[in-house]
């Protein structure tokens, strides 16, 4: 299952197995054996393949069917979080989301007026 997904993923990506190779700092072979079935990545490496293609781990080794796009991932909305958010295992406050929120924001305006 996981051979069949990293590669429909890097294909509809358009990205090149040493593209990916170069990312994970493997050889070229090691990636291309985890696509062909051949070599079995370790959970260390499932879990930067899921953070590189932006989908979850569950995805990868065929627990779910979602995460294979963006829009199929679930989203979480900020101004409204129903989940605990951290970053670097530490909770983030409330005053750290509205900060983040404004920030976001800042950078779509100023990247909608080029």
């Given amino acids: ?8 993923l ?7 197995l040493q593209y990916i190779a170069d990312q994970l700092n493997i050889a070229k072979s090691t ?5 062909s079935g051949y ?3 370790s959970l260390e490496a499932v879990k930067e393949l899921a953070t590189l293609f932006g989908t979850t781990t569950d995805y ?4 779910t069917d979602l995460g ?12 409204r ?16 989301i509205i900060q983040l929120i404004a920030f976001i924001r800042a950078k779509r305006d100023i990247e909608n007026k080029k």
């Fill in 1 to 8: 299952m996981i051979s069949k997904r990293l590669s429909e």
């Fill in 60 to 63: 990868l080794l065929g627990a």
């Fill in 39 to 41: 070599r079995q990545p």
């Fill in 81 to 96: 979080p129903t989940v605990r958010l951290t970053v670097d295992g530490e909770a983030v406050t409330e005053d750290e």
């Fill in 10 to 16: 890097r294909k509809r990506k358009q990205w090149s």
């Fill in 68 to 79: 294979a796009t963006d829009e199929e991932q679930p989203s979480i909305e900020l101004t």
């Fill in 31 to 35: 990636y291309a054996g985890y696509e």
